[in-house]
């Protein structure tokens, strides 16, 4: 839903692009070519996987996965096993969770886990009034969009938790590592009668340090930004408390009556894959996956740094040296978006647009027009161009003020 707004842009933008006189090909491309990052679509990962091979690649027959069940006696009843087993020794090697004492819950993509837990949540309290959901901007930009979507009558969007100062119960959404801008988060608003969602997507080793392993009531994570595999929409909650979970496991069910068993027997494979790939006694050919991905993060956040410096429009942020549990080095965050900022008064997102790249403006997490989010998970070659592209703006343009 979110991201659709911007296919459209993009194609208005393309069918109305008439040649320029002449068209510049760097490294193959045009430079009249549209430069999408405005998605954290992890088409980055794809080079790993595709060394990988055909070895791990999962068949299923056809007489395979018929019912609506996975293990009727488990709370979450559609959950594979296989993944159950997998995500624990995930978490485990990785050390960024606590699985103990949660129940987990599947679902199709951790966005469905979102409005499963705030369901959760807000069902049990029988409040008169709409519960408030804050989270500290800049936040993502689909907490507010799917708070208010079907305009519950359980819960409402009520912006900067920075700026909440209702009475009553809430419930904060905490990301981190945040997106847009990386940052690694605590609770800001910390009340009695506060109930809070740990989203993960981005707590792992290539894009920060594990610094303990987490554990919350409600954390949420998702192989599409842990191991790139945003299409199989699977994304996992580890749940305290039992009731909350058995209500998550409602909601998934009248939502979809459970979630895909072949996209749960894929991600376990490949979670069974990035597991053996730590260990570091080899009976496998491969390369450890973390360590694989955070060199190339490492490498493409050198890039954009070198870029941007002698560049006097525009600044990114640097991040504090952590150690990591994982690896035992220090390192900094590499995060999966550059929150970028322009000078100030500049429409940051129309300017890059200008240049035929699109970003996702500020405004859309609570923020200012100077930033824009900025993928950096795309393909080597569509990255390597937007760097060159940028490195070409240097001034604004007549309509930009
Ligand atoms: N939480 C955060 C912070 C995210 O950035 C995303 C993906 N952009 C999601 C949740 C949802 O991920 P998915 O539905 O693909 O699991």
Same mark, same amino acid.
């Given at each position: 839903v979110v991201e659709m707004q911007n296919i459209e842009q993009a194609f208005v933008i393309k069918s109305s692009n008439t040649p320029s006189v002449t068209e510049e090909k760097v490294d193959g491309h045009s430079s009249e070519e549209i430069i999408n990052l405005d998605h954290g679509d992890p088409t980055m990962y794809e080079s790993y996987w595709k060394n990988v091979g055909s070895k791990y690649t999962v068949t299923i027959p056809a007489y395979q996965s018929l019912s609506y069940f996975s293990n009727a006696k488990n709370l979450c009843w559609f959950l594979e096993p296989k993944l159950e087993e997998e995500i624990k020794k995930l978490h485990k090697v990785v050390?960024? %969770?606590? /699985?103990?004492d949660h129940y987990i819950v599947v679902g199709t993509g951790s966005s469905q886990l979102i409005q499963a837990a705030l369901y959760a949540l807000c069902?049990?309290? *029988?409040?008169?009034n709409p519960i408030s959901v804050v989270s500290a901007a800049p936040y993502y930009s689909s907490y507010p969009e799917v708070t208010d979507f079907l305009r519950s009558r359980l819960f409402k969007w009520g912006g900067d938790a920075r700026s909440f100062d209702e009475d009553g119960p809430y419930i904060e959404m905490v990301t981190s590592p945040n997106n847009p801008d990386g940052v690694l988060r605590e609770p /800001? /608003? @910390?009340? %009695? @009668?506060g109930m809070l969602i740990h989203d993960f997507a981005y707590y792992w080793p290539q894009y920060t340090a594990i610094t303990s392993p987490a554990d919350h009531d409600i954390m949420l994570f998702t192989v599409s930004k842990c191991t790139g595999h945003a299409g199989s929409r699977i994304g996992w909650a580890l749940v305290r408390d039992q009731n909350v979970a058995k209500k998550m496991v409602k909601f998934v069910e009248l939502n979809t009556i459970g979630v895909s068993k072949e996209a749960q027997l894929r991600a376990a494979k490949i979670l069974e894959v990035i597991t053996a790939s730590c260990q570091r006694v080899k009976p496998h050919d491969l390369e450890n996956f973390f360590e694989h991905t955070h060199n190339l993060m490492a490498e493409r956040w050198k890039k954009l740094q070198d870029s941007v @410096? *002698?560049?006097?429009l525009f600044y990114v942020q640097k991040y504090p040296l952590q150690q990591c549990n994982f690896t035992g080095d220090f390192t900094e965050t590499y995060p999966a978006f550059a929150w970028l900022k322009s000078k100030e008064g500049i429409d940051c997102e129309k300017l890059l647009r200008e240049h035929k790249i699109l970003t996702r403006s500020g405004r859309r997490f609570g923020s200012d027009q100077e930033y824009v989010r900025i993928s950096m998970l795309s393909r080597v070659d569509e990255f390597d161009l937007f760097l060159q592209r940028l490195s070409t703006i240097r001034r604004i343009s007549s309509g930009n003020s």
């Amino acid at each position: 839903v979110v991201e659709m707004q911007n296919i459209e842009q993009a194609f208005v933008i393309k069918s109305s692009n008439t040649p320029s006189v002449t068209e510049e090909k760097v490294d193959g491309h045009s430079s009249e070519e549209i430069i999408n990052l405005d998605h954290g679509d992890p088409t980055m990962y794809e080079s790993y996987w595709k060394n990988v091979g055909s070895k791990y690649t999962v068949t299923i027959p056809a007489y395979q996965s018929l019912s609506y069940f996975s293990n009727a006696k488990n709370l979450c009843w559609f959950l594979e096993p296989k993944l159950e087993e997998e995500i624990k020794k995930l978490h485990k090697v990785v050390g960024n %969770a606590i /699985v103990q004492d949660h129940y987990i819950v599947v679902g199709t993509g951790s966005s469905q886990l979102i409005q499963a837990a705030l369901y959760a949540l807000c069902d049990s309290l *029988n409040e008169p009034n709409p519960i408030s959901v804050v989270s500290a901007a800049p936040y993502y930009s689909s907490y507010p969009e799917v708070t208010d979507f079907l305009r519950s009558r359980l819960f409402k969007w009520g912006g900067d938790a920075r700026s909440f100062d209702e009475d009553g119960p809430y419930i904060e959404m905490v990301t981190s590592p945040n997106n847009p801008d990386g940052v690694l988060r605590e609770p /800001v /608003v @910390k009340r %009695a @009668k506060g109930m809070l969602i740990h989203d993960f997507a981005y707590y792992w080793p290539q894009y920060t340090a594990i610094t303990s392993p987490a554990d919350h009531d409600i954390m949420l994570f998702t192989v599409s930004k842990c191991t790139g595999h945003a299409g199989s929409r699977i994304g996992w909650a580890l749940v305290r408390d039992q009731n909350v979970a058995k209500k998550m496991v409602k909601f998934v069910e009248l939502n979809t009556i459970g979630v895909s068993k072949e996209a749960q027997l894929r991600a376990a494979k490949i979670l069974e894959v990035i597991t053996a790939s730590c260990q570091r006694v080899k009976p496998h050919d491969l390369e450890n996956f973390f360590e694989h991905t955070h060199n190339l993060m490492a490498e493409r956040w050198k890039k954009l740094q070198d870029s941007v @410096k *002698n560049n006097k429009l525009f600044y990114v942020q640097k991040y504090p040296l952590q150690q990591c549990n994982f690896t035992g080095d220090f390192t900094e965050t590499y995060p999966a978006f550059a929150w970028l900022k322009s000078k100030e008064g500049i429409d940051c997102e129309k300017l890059l647009r200008e240049h035929k790249i699109l970003t996702r403006s500020g405004r859309r997490f609570g923020s200012d027009q100077e930033y824009v989010r900025i993928s950096m998970l795309s393909r080597v070659d569509e990255f390597d161009l937007f760097l060159q592209r940028l490195s070409t703006i240097r001034r604004i343009s007549s309509g930009n003020s």
